[in-house]
């Protein structure tokens, strides 16, 4: 369990990258949605350490999960991605033990996709031409 523990730990890490990264480009949805996958997984690694201490500490309650620590496999942490280079094409490579954090992406249903021009919530065009000479 100190295994997934220590991933966890790197996965937090890199997410708290993505979002400065995404801060600092001004991505305000990217900024929620991955703060929201991190604050799941602070509140994740909490549960794990709180049942690993009421077991006692005892290492292989999830035999065959995380496997050997990073230090005896000689992991640098490249699994995780790495953190300094947080580029767009990077953002969704990140993994735990080999498996991705994100396999697939969630398409919208075709019925949010389909929309026609009068469902448009825009400005009207009367906001949209300038209106100086009423100012003058």
């Known amino acids: 369990m100190r295994a997934v523990l220590e991933l966890m730990d790197r996965a937090i890490g890199a997410l708290e990258e993505r979002v400065r990264l995404a801060r600092t480009r001004g991505w305000k949805l990217l ?3 991955v703060g929201a996958e991190l604050e799941a997984f602070r ?3 909490e549960v794990l350490r709180a049942a690993l201490d009421a077991a006692g500490g005892e290492e292989d ?11 005896e496999r000689g992991d ?8 300094r280079t947080a580029g767009d094409e990077d953002f969704g490579k990140l993994s735990m033990g080999g498996v991705p954090v994100r396999e697939h992406r969630v398409r919208a249903p075709p019925s949010l996709l389909d929309r026609s021009e009068d469902e448009d919530d825009g400005p009207g065009p009367e906001f ?3 209106h100086q000479e009423e100012y003058e």
């Open 61 to 71: 309650l999830l035999p065959g999960i995380g496997g050997e620590s990073a230090g």
């Open 128 to 130: 949209l031409t300038s």
């Open 76 to 83: 640098d942490g490249a699994e995780m991605g790495d953190a």
């Open 31 to 33: 900024v929620c949605a």
């Open 43 to 45: 509140q994740g690694r």
